[in-house]
């Protein structure tokens, strides 16, 4: 509880309410905020604006839980998938195809077709270092090497 | 004896069907409309103007009641509801005064003196005039714990800041403003 004698500016006769308000203020006021409550757009009540339905949640649950198992699939299940495969093709090449194939033309084919090798020295292992953009075909490298 | 007043429950019953919606809502009005007048009169000063906030917050109300979760009572949330509007309100006036080249005390005493129903005395106006000096949040708590007596708590829901710093920023500004009165006098 504040005490009285606690603020230098409450002295004698010091009123800290001197408001009035107008006569039957109170009794036209309902009147009053009922003519501009009228005068509002129509607006549609909250209650009515719940837009999200509980069969709404369920779906979007679902749908969630799709987007989220594709994603898992498509990164550890058949991305991995495919790059094993694209790396046996490329093995497959190197095996059967690369120990025919000279030097130079080896070197023109993947500096035509903008091959990345990634890893700095080539020739260690072809196996572990090309990583080949787009897929080699057989028909590819045959094709190369006939111009 | 029966008491017939509806209870709070029954009346937002009431007003969320359409057929008996205006009769609640002046039940409310009737209930309610002095309290949150006077609680934004302290706080706004100026009938004229705590009209027109008391009218926003009511309407904000009829709004907003549909919705109402009753996670608390009736007249806390429009309390709330009215409290907002104030400090809105208040916000929004002493953003104009900094516009304005004129100086703040003359605006606030002759806001004072075109108020019919205000009965003020020169002391009360220079309390007002040193309150609207200080930084909008301290002179916010000072109205409300002052002029309106409102508990550290329930302040500290409507300003949305720690009791903490509720109470230091209401001793903050009683000491400014009583060392304002002591150089004044």
Redesign the interface.
Known sequence: MMSEDRFSWEKEGFNKNPYRVPEDYFDTLADRILRRITRQPDRIPFQNKRIIKPWMVWVSGVAALLVVGWFGFRNFYLKPQQENLFQEQVALFVDFYAGELHEDQLANYIEENQIELTGDQPGVDYNNLISLEPVITEEAVYESLDH | MINNTPSDTELISMF?DPHQR?RA??LI??GY??KL?WHI??LV?I?EDA?DV??NT??KI???L??FRESSGLYTWMYRIASNEAITFLKSRQRERALLADDPEDLIKNRFKSDP?????E??A??QVLIARLPPKQQMVFRMK??DDMTYEDMSVVLKTSVGAMKASFHHA?RK??AA??RSD
């Open positions: 969320r205006e809502f002046r009005l009737a409309q002095e007048y009169r302290r000063c009938h009209d008391l009218q009511m309407i009829w709004n907003g549909p919705g129903y205000y009965d003020g005395d002391l009360f220079k309390l002052y002029f009683v403003i009583q009165f002591v």
